[in-house]
């Protein structure tokens, strides 16, 4: 089964980007789709972004324009690209194979995750 690690987070103020990766381990991620999740305290885990296996992407809600989602099959490997980060942006940052390529729900209900890391944007 696919393992995933995520990487990337840590503090940035208002404005500013960070790259999260997503590396895959034990399997290629060639064909699922890639969901980006992220769970602030006391709220729901919000689906962000997905890439399909055929680099096809999909954004909802704030992130749209501000979040660019790539995926490098040749390592493995998924990003998220953040920009004009707020801080309601703040949460931990999960990504999850989607075995029903951007179905989302796919992703949480079959898909393996990543333990995730955490984004906090503060001045």
């Known amino acids: 089964q696919v393992q995933l690690v995520e990487s990337g987070g840590g503090l940035v103020q208002p404005g500013g980007s960070l790259r999260l990766s997503c590396v895959a381990s034990?399997?290629?991620?060639?064909?699922?789709?890639i969901v980006w999740f992220r769970q602030a305290p006391g709220k729901e885990r919000e689906g962000l972004s997905c890439?399909?296996?055929?680099?096809?992407?999909d954004y909802r809600g704030s992130v749209k324009g501000r979040f660019t989602i790539s995926r490098d099959n040749v390592k493995n490997t998924v990003y998220l690209q953040m920009n004009s980060l707020k801080p309601a942006d703040t949460a931990v940052y999960y990504c999850?194979?989607?075995?029903?390529?951007?179905?989302?729900?796919?992703?949480?209900?079959?898909?393996?995750w990543g333990q995730g890391t955490q984004v906090t944007v503060s001045s």
């Open positions: 890439v399909g296996s055929d680099g096809s992407t």
């Open positions: 999850a194979t989607d075995p029903f390529g951007c179905s989302y729900h796919g992703a949480l209900n079959y898909g393996s």
């Open positions: 034990g399997g290629t991620l060639d064909y699922y789709g």
